[in-house]
């Protein structure tokens, strides 16, 4: 019973490249988090997606960042253009229904970007 | 805005000791959940314990269990009989009641690293 997959575990880019993150929910949530945690922080709330909407991104940053969670695939986060501050772990977690009380958030490993 | 923290970055104990990790927050809210996160390693983001603020009662989970202080906004984790594999960093955190926009949300503190000396 697979949990929360994020991929690549480490991916380096050098300033100005782009960088695509990837995250495999658990079978059977239609819900995705992302959160990015920087340096010595803990993490911080990016965006908030169902399957094909985009529920709320009030966490993230209004440019070069963007998020999808399409009908079938994995959910994406695109960075464009990455600069040096975007070095950070990002963070997927998944829920099988909008959270509640009884629902718990589950996380992948993270994806390590760094930016040369 | 609700805020989450954690004032000390760093904590040792000795194995089989017991420690206590302090976490502070900020709200207006009067529900709300709360929710400690361990974080080894590997960066995998660990539940460990949550607690309702409507139930007075302090959760417990094996060695895990939390002193909830409503009034004061507090809420410690304490973990009895530490073994080694209690090493890792641990985050508290901070969720909006059901039914408002912000509940999407998890809101973290800085975290801090524990340590368990042999």
């Known amino acids: 019973n697979a949990g929360v997959m994020q991929n690549p575990r480490h991916l380096v880019r050098r300033r100005g490249q782009e960088a695509r993150l990837r995250c495999s929910p658990v079978?059977?949530?239609?819900?995705v988090y992302w959160y990015r945690q920087l340096p010595e922080e803990g993490l911080k709330f990016m965006v908030y997606?169902?399957?094909?909407?985009?529920?709320?991104e009030s966490g993230m940053p209004k440019e070069r960042f963007s998020a999808e969670f399409p009908k079938e695939g994995p959910s994406i986060l695109r960075i464009q253009q990455v600069v040096r501050g975007d070095s950070a772990a990002y963070f997927c977690?998944?829920?099988?229904?909008?959270?509640?009380?009884?629902?718990?958030?589950?996380f992948g490993s993270g994806t390590q970007l760094s930016v040369l | 805005a609700q805020t989450v923290t954690q004032s000390q970055p760093e904590m040792s104990v000795q194995e089989a000791e017991t420690v206590t990790l302090s976490c502070t927050y900020d709200?207006?809210?009067?529900?709300?959940?709360l929710f400690w996160y361990k974080q080894p390693p590997s960066r995998q983001m660990i539940l460990v314990i949550r607690?309702?603020?409507?139930?007075?009662q302090n959760a417990t989970e094996n060695r895990f269990s939390v002193n909830f202080q409503k009034a004061a906004k507090s809420f410690s984790l304490k973990i009895s009989d530490s073994q080694l594999g209690d090493a890792a960093m641990y985050f508290c955190?901070?969720?909006?009641?059901?039914?408002?926009?912000?509940?999407?949300?998890?809101?973290f503190g800085k975290g801090i690293t524990l340590s368990v000396r042999p």
């Open positions: 955190a901070y969720r909006s009641p059901i039914g408002t926009g912000a509940n999407s949300k998890l809101t």
């Open positions: 607690q309702e603020a409507y139930k007075q």
């Open positions: 079978k059977g949530h239609s819900h």
């Open positions: 977690a998944s829920s099988p229904l909008r959270l509640s009380s009884s629902s718990e958030l589950f």
């Open positions: 709200t207006s809210e009067s529900d709300y959940y």
């Open positions: 997606l169902q399957k094909e909407n985009i529920i709320d």
